[in-house]
């Protein structure tokens, strides 16, 4: 096994890293700003560099910076987390050029699935379900608008170099169309460097449904079920369960089979999300694919007992997964909510100092945070801070977990989005499941009017 690994990454990803560095016997280093001298993850690893200012480009995306530190600690590895680099190919190749393991999938796969043409490309020779719309990059607004007449309005406009949400543009009748996609040609080239754009059918009451997987190299690809992460705002999820409650057997298995179908077109190697939109017919289209652990995995792990980050290691390191794809049996229900150092409705940040923090226990919840009472929480970084999961036989025993467990963790001293989760597990549609990604918006909205 490694000796050491690097952590290129801070909050709980890197703190949910080190501990399964700790578990499986290797040593860890944690990289570090100048604002995150006191973090957790810079507390709890073995070793800790501090690679540099703490705006975020200045050392967590700072590649030479990261480099250095890998180097003057004598690692064997990296490990990316989630978000700064962990989607950059070409970092990933910088890792490996200079002789360090990357802990993910090949730089083949991930420049493939960062492309969302070259990924739509891939999924259908793959025969895995693609949102109706242009077979490929669309040029001219002449082709734009036969295409978006074949699929019928509204339409989406989506950069091929585009992700977070950004570069896409809906249309919902004809005259829109051509001033829509020249715009969106124009801003994909101006943010992305790269002005191909593509169209889909806009799908207009849809869940988000994501698939886990998990390869290795000896080219073994399993999957570890669904997790229904409908609950968003501004495209950021707030709370995520496994399994979705609107997905029933026949559904889940040709899910989780176009999942893994996605995953092997691509040779994956390490944990990986599929995501899907789901029609309220249950018909379901690839969307994108992330090449990265995902803020949800606990969910997945709660459900199938998998450790996933333990099983990013051990393939990284060239070991072949201990289990087969009929092992792994899923097993009651889990729910994650995220804790932001926000506004509950606002969603304001509320960086500053956390005077008192008490976190939730008992029987089957799961805290995954980087704080504890003194800490400060910087303003230069997302405000998720922590999140609490748990698990239970039945979705209803897991939402009134979840109830007894938001109510029991304090946080003082910043403000958090505890009282939207307590709103939220009440609300009669959450408890019912029915619900689909506009939801949680309209219902905001309907709260403020
Ligand atoms: P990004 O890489 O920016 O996250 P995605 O392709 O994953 O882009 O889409 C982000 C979100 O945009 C989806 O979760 C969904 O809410 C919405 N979206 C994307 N494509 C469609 C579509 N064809 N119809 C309806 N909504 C869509």
Known sequence: MFHKILIANRGEIAVRIIR????????SVAVYSEADREAMHTRLADEAVCIGPPPGAQSYLSIPAIMAAAEITDAEAIHPGYGFLAENAEFAEIVIASGYTWIGPSSESMRTMGDKVAAKDKMKEAGVPLVPGSDGAVYEVEDAKKIAREAGFPVIIKASAGGGGRGMKVVHAEPALAGAFNMCQSEAGAAFGDDTVFIEKFLEEPRHIEVQVLGDTHGNIVHLFERECSMQRNNQKVLEEAPSPFVDEKTREKLCEAGVAAARAVDYVGAGTIEFLMNPDKSFYFIEMNTRIQVEHPVS?????????????????GEELAFTQKDIKKKGHAIECRINAEHPFKFTPSPGTIELYHAPG???????????????VPPFYDSMI????????????CIRRMQR?????????????QELHRRLLANPAFQSGE?????LERWLKEMNA
Not at 20 to 27: F, S
Not at 387 to 397: C, F, G, L, P
Not at 408 to 415: D, K, S
């Open 301 to 317: 792990e709660w459900i199938t007992g998998v450790d996933l980050i333990e099983w990013q290691i051990r393939v990284a390191y």
């Open 405 to 417: 467990a938001i109510d029991e963790l304090a946080i003082i001293g910043v403000t958090t989005n």
């Open 386 to 397: 922590g999140k609490v999961i748990t698990h239970a036989r039945d979705r209803q025993k």
């Open 435 to 439: 619900f689909n990604i506009h939801f």
């Open 362 to 376: 008992g029987r089957s919840v799961r805290m995954d945070a980087a704080i504890y009472s003194g800490y400060s």
């Open 20 to 27: 399964a560095c700790k578990e499986l016997g290797i040593a």
